[in-house]
């Protein structure tokens, strides 16, 4: 493996350590580094991350993995933290809509954090079907120290995920049943054949990609959302799902029920960010309306 240093300057507002108080964070050394740790896609080569912001704003990262996965890392890294997007224009959804506005100011315009792929989601999906949220990180988490790959950074032990060879390798493992162990096969497999691949779902029609994640084994329409949006990434796009719409009129009608045209027009406010608006509802609902459940 090797060690490669690079400066980044987001564009746009960007706080790390803000970003890193939402989305179950990433864990953080004593001097601040945010720390990730996973595989890169493509090659599955295991790879560390290192993150820091300096007081001008930019981005330091420490990458270590090996030579033919450091660009991939380093697209994997920016990603998960929706800095591969450009967000100059992010403050202006909020002087078009000055209830986007509030909640931009309230949560200091935070941009969606990812799984650092849609092979990672596809899996965490699998595995959390019908468990508790914690249950899912929990076995999440066994799984990458049993299977994946562990760093230390200062004193920080931190585990990569498994490489689909791996999860096809597994036969049982505590807390999955055997459907679950099976359908893992398959996402494993949907990786390795290119259909998890970001770069290419991204270029996909938001219904073509919906309709080939489908096809992977045990990933129905809710999962397909998911792995989209919060796997491979959009900024663009708006879920269709019972929390958006109840954020959605909590907080543009007090709780009325809002016509396919009024909310047609409130989202259209948010063009060309329209996902990141909806994680800012999302926050607000959670944290105002449902006592941060």
Known sequence: MTTTTMAFTPKGPFDLQNQNSYFNSWPATTDGRIVMAFPAEGTWEPALVTLRQTATDTLTLEM?????????????ALAALSLDEDGTGWPEVGRRDPIMGRLQDQFRYVRPSLFHSPYEAAAAFIIGHRISIAQGRRIRAALAEAIGTSFEVDGLKVSSFPSPQSLLDLREFKGLSEIKVSRLHGVAEAARSGLLDRDSLRALDEREALEQLRGIPGIGPFFAQGILHRGAGTVDALTADRL?????QRAYSDGAPLSDHETETITGRWTPYRMWAVVQLHLWYRQTIKGGD
Not at 244 to 248: F, G, H, N, V
Request: glycine share 6%.
């Open 64 to 76: 270590q993995t090996g030579v033919s996965s450091k660009d991939q890392v380093r697209r994997q």
């Open 244 to 248: 958006t719409s109840e954020a959605l």
